[in-house]
């Protein structure tokens, strides 16, 4: 997990008094086909092809047990495919967490690698996050 340049500086800036940082109450987790790195890239972010959205979760303790690592207490689970996402054959080996629903818009939080790549090139995949399978370290 990597945060992004965005809430490196939010956070450096609250522990610095600088300016106060409050987490957003919902979170969208999103896919991406390659990783977007710190500057939160979303440029491999699949369309709205096929059902493709992102997730919403609310940001809570339910959902985020407190620990560390930090983890998801709840699955995170996508849509399911109406037909392939604009990825077509490309695996998604991302996830990510951001501020907005708009794909490819929002102040995005920090990324991931999946454990397991997948491609959606048809109708009727599901993707999900089992509990636990998302892990946050502070380090």
Not at 60 to 87: D, E, L, M, R
């Amino acid at each position: 997990m990597s945060a992004t340049n965005y809430l490196e500086l939010k956070l450096a800036d609250l522990v610095f008094g600088l300016s106060a940082y409050t987490g957003s109450a919902t979170l969208y987790f999103g896919l991406s086909t390659a990783d977007p790195t710190e500057a939160g890239v979303y440029t491999y972010e699949p369309d709205s092809t096929g059902a493709y959205s992102r997730v919403v979760v609310t940001n809570n303790g339910t959902n985020f047990p407190t620990g560390n690592p930090k983890s998801n207490g709840t699955a995170i689970t996508f849509p399911v495919s109406t037909a392939a996402w604009s990825t077509t054959t490309t695996p998604l080996t991302h996830w990510f967490v951001t501020d907005s629903a708009t794909l490819g818009a929002g102040d995005m939080l920090m990324s991931g690698a999946v454990t397991t790549s997948r491609v959606v090139d048809a109708a009727g995949i599901i993707l999900e996050f089992a509990i636990g399978s998302i892990t946050i370290t502070a380090d």
